[in-house]
């Protein structure tokens, strides 16, 4: 029996990729290539949200409600053509992936050399596609025990699909709770929890008591945990800021979702180090730098570089920095490829004298 995926595919016409290419303007082979990667992409997140146990009811209902106009596959020439998606569904995307939605809408276009405004139509476009695969293979008007089940049972096969680059950002769906586990819980009498927790309450007090006042009571070592290492710094996918040491000297690097300029984070606690290295040095200044990823258009990003550095300068002043000590410095080249698209978005706060 085919999967929910194969499905989706199987109802699409030969000529998917042509459609896809005419539509959005690029690639017609690249760009039936990142459907094929978004789509497990978004069911893999779907039964990851089913084996956590999280409510699905919102997203049902959103899909319920699309399949109530019309299963979405029984036209997707509809779809492919670039017409309005169903209702409640263009945003699909966006509720499966959450904060993943930028890295993923990156590294799609990097892996398959897709325009990012080409990603963003295909992310919305498999909205629909995926409601209209659940209607084809639970009826229109699926529950949300269905959906569970269906996507539990089809997990692996999901993430089979997908490139490891985007298996990565989402990571392993957890396993689910074992039914007959739950069964067992409920109908048996529980007297056998009862009575581990009498003996270790027994073997408790014997510890306590019943080895003599003698003996020195040794305390047990607590088992040791690896901690992550510290360095080097991994840039984080979306929003966030991380502390550098350059030349000896402290510094800052605030990274941004894509597209944005907004500050996410307090950076009082994080630039401490700067502020009392700046303090202690007078002649010091801080240089505000803007970075963009090489996605879109090269206008909005130089602009979108500026924007990322005053907010920061601003979130800088606002932690007690004195704004004449800051200076926005234009990189040589703000638009960076030399790294992922994620370490790209940023702004370098660094100390000069």
Known sequence: MANLFDTILS???ANTGDALGAAFGDSPDASFKGLSAILPLLLSSFAGKAASGGDLGGLLSSITGALSQGNPLDNPAALLSGGAPATGLGALASQLLGSNLGPVSSTVAQLFGLKGSTVNSLLTLAG?????????????????????????SEKDSYAAALPPELRRLIGPAPAAATPHVVEEEKAGSGWWKWLLLGLGLLGLLWWLFGRGTKEEVVTPEPVA?????????????GAG??????AGRPALVVFFDVGRSDVTNDLAPASSTVKSYVDSHPDARISVSGFNDPTGDAAANEALSKSRAEQVKAALVAAGFAADRIDLDKPAASTDTSDSYAAARRVEVTIKE
């Open 11 to 13: 109802s699409l016409p």
């Open 128 to 152: 629909p596609l995926l409601a209209g695969g659940i209607g084809k293979v639970l009826g229109p008007t699926p529950t949300v025990a269905g959906v569970r089940n269906l996507l539990l």
């Open 225 to 237: 945990v690896e901690a992550a290492p510290i360095e080097p710094v991994a840039a984080p996918t």
């Open 241 to 246: 800021v991380v502390t550098e040491d350059r």
